[in-house]
């Protein structure tokens, strides 16, 4: 059985900045954090940040420049540091794994995930 659990979400105003981490752990399985997602009410899982197994990170135009993804992989941890936050990147966060590693260009894409966190809900007020 797999777990992912998020953390260090939170209510910050516009500027501000938050960090979110999300550890892995499976007593018999693989699993690979790599990518975050976020999600609205009533509308699809957007990928927001992403590493693959060869240590490239990718991003969704809307952030670069302002999130940062990164790993540890000793401690199967996720990060993702979130600069310079804007109202428009308020929603829940959700970290993504896989059970196999992958390097390739389609880390953004929600079907590459086989493993989910419960989600942690970012708030940016104006």
């Known amino acids: 059985q797999v777990h992912m659990v998020e953390s260090g979400g939170g209510s910050v105003q516009a500027g501000g900045s938050l960090r979110v981490s999300c550890t892995a752990s499976?007593?018999?399985?693989?699993?690979?954090?790599m990518g975050w997602f976020r999600q609205d009410p009533g509308q699809e899982r957007e990928g927001v940040a992403a590493?693959?197994?060869?240590?490239?990170?990718t991003y969704v135009d809307s952030v670069k420049g302002r999130f940062t993804v990164s790993q540890d992989n000793a401690k199967r941890t996720l990060y993702l540091q979130m600069n310079n936050l804007k109202p428009e990147d308020s929603s829940t966060y959700y970290c993504?794994?896989?059970?196999?590693?992958?390097?390739?260009?389609?880390?953004?894409?929600?079907?590459?995930?086989?493993?989910w966190g419960q989600g942690t809900q970012v708030t940016v007020s104006s």
């Open positions: 499976s007593s018999t399985d693989n699993v690979f954090p």
């Open positions: 993504g794994g896989r059970g196999s590693t992958y390097g390739g260009d389609w880390v953004l894409n929600r079907y590459l995930y086989h493993y």
């Open positions: 590493v693959d197994s060869d240590g490239r990170t």
